[in-house]
């Protein structure tokens, strides 16, 4: 079956300690993206890569990184310098315009 | 500033009625929008999409209304169904940029039986 792949579902992390999400997706999909989503402000882009090796910040870039070595993945390393982590991390593909998003995963550092 | 505005947090709708989701956008370069719906603990799944070519696009119960000179699009859901109960994101995109979306805050969708 075809689709994107986000794991874990669930992760707890320490304050000050970096952690990386996984995305994979089996769709052959040039483009890749990362959304964060909070209560009431919808989805917001933190970055994206529309082809391997290439990636640009989006709107809410800073205490985030990425890479994008092959197509198929594109993890996400929140970094101890993002003052507000907790929330849901949404991966999407797309080749056109309609995003495929995966099942997401909820980070909550204590 | 929020370029893709959904100023309803949320609707509740009788079972068999429609549903009417509003979205408003400023930025007049946004040319091509979608309409997501999304579970919680889930990621969003495409509902419908409209072209600014167009101003209607249906797909079964689900019907999208473009008004570009009020900047306003509308989502229709005839009937609604229980199964409809769900976050719903209006998103916007310039065909001729990066392939990038903008998404409103969304506004929850209660179908009361």
């Known amino acids: 079956d075809g689709g994107i792949t986000q794991s874990p579902k669930y992760l707890f992390r320490k304050e000050g300690q970096n952690v990386t999400l996984s995305c994979e997706q089996n769709?052959?999909?040039?483009?890749m993206y990362w959304y964060r989503q909070d209560p009431g402000q919808g989805l917001r882009l933190i970055y994206y890569s529309q082809i391997v090796n290439d990636f640009q910040k989006g709107d809410i870039a800073e205490g985030y990184s990425v890479s994008r070595e092959k197509k198929e993945s594109f993890p996400l390393t929140v970094t101890s310098a993002q003052k507000n982590p907790t929330a849901f991390y949404l991966c999407a593909s797309s080749t056109t315009y309609e995003q495929f998003f995966g099942p997401g995963t909820r980070l909550t550092v204590l | 500033d929020q370029q893709v505005k959904q100023n309803s947090p949320s609707l509740s709708v009788q079972e068999g009625r429609i549903s009417i989701l509003n979205c408003d956008y400023t930025n007049s370069m946004f040319d091509y929008f979608l309409w997501y719906k999304k579970y919680p603990a889930e990621g969003p799944t495409f509902l419908i999409s409209i072209s600014s070519i167009k101003d209607k696009n249906e797909d079964g119960r689900f019907t999208v209304f473009l008004n570009k000179s009020a900047k306003h699009l509308s989502l229709h859901i005839v009937p609604s169904q229980p199964g409809d109960s769900a976050v719903y994101f209006c998103?916007?995109?310039?065909?001729?940029?990066?392939?990038?979306?903008?998404f409103g805050q969304g506004t929850r969708l209660t179908i009361n039986p």
């Open positions: 998103a916007a995109t310039n065909l001729q940029g990066a392939q990038k979306l903008v």
């Open positions: 769709l052959n999909h040039d483009a």
